[in-house]
């Protein structure tokens, strides 16, 4: 009886660890999609992705020339570059289509890749800056000792609320590991 009863709790203390193996899998697994999600929520860390429709909107979007936003640059870099905005800031319409430019300089001997990251604040202001084109949409490939130039062309939606007067775009960029996938998303 003592042999079949050790038995019975070794296959069910088996079972429990394959049901814990099996929920961590599952749970690794989700990781992505919900930090995603959170990310998508909460505005932070988000993979940009092209807007298909900012560029009609950019088209039928009215310039109001009675307000004027400050939007301040800023640039991060995380890995062997130097990185930076052409320009500290620059008084903007909403509705006007703006053209900036990051510098990126590899400053290592070997070849890199990058992704950009865009944040904004205050964060709510994210979700009114419209980009029609910018380097943050697909990692960037650079050569030992290259330098580039990347545009961003983006306007910023007439309907961001009137108490926001000033928007701060930062770009954080990060080195991509060598046989790292593209990010998701990316066009």
């Known amino acids: 009886m003592a042999e079949n009863a050790a038995a019975t709790d070794n296959r069910r203390l088996l079972l429990k660890l ?112 419209q980009k029609l084109e910018c380097f943050c949409f697909q990692q960037q490939a650079l050569g030992a000792g290259e330098t580039r130039s990347f545009p961003v062309v983006f306007f910023i939606d007439p309907k961001l609320p009137r108490d926001v007067t000033q928007i701060t775009l930062s770009y954080t960029f990060f080195e991509i590991p060598r046989g790292a996938a593209p990010a998701a998303g990316d066009s």
């Not at 998508?40 to 940009?48: C, P, S």
């Open 18 to 129: 394959l049901t814990v193996v099996v929920l961590m899998g599952a749970f690794g697994w989700a990781l992505v999609p919900i930090y995603r999600k959170i990310c998508e929520i909460t505005g932070i860390n988000l993979v940009t992705r092209v807007d298909p429709g900012a560029a009609e909107r950019a088209r039928n979007t009215q310039v109001d020339t009675s307000r004027t936003i400050t939007v301040e640059f800023d640039a991060n870099e995380r890995g062997p570059w130097r990185f930076k905005p052409r320009v500290n800031h620059l008084q903007v319409h909403p509705g006007e289509l703006v053209h900036v430019d990051y510098d990126l300089v590899n400053v290592e001997p070997r070849a890199t890749v990058g992704q950009a990251i865009p944040s904004y604040a205050p964060m709510q202001a994210g979700g009114y800056f």
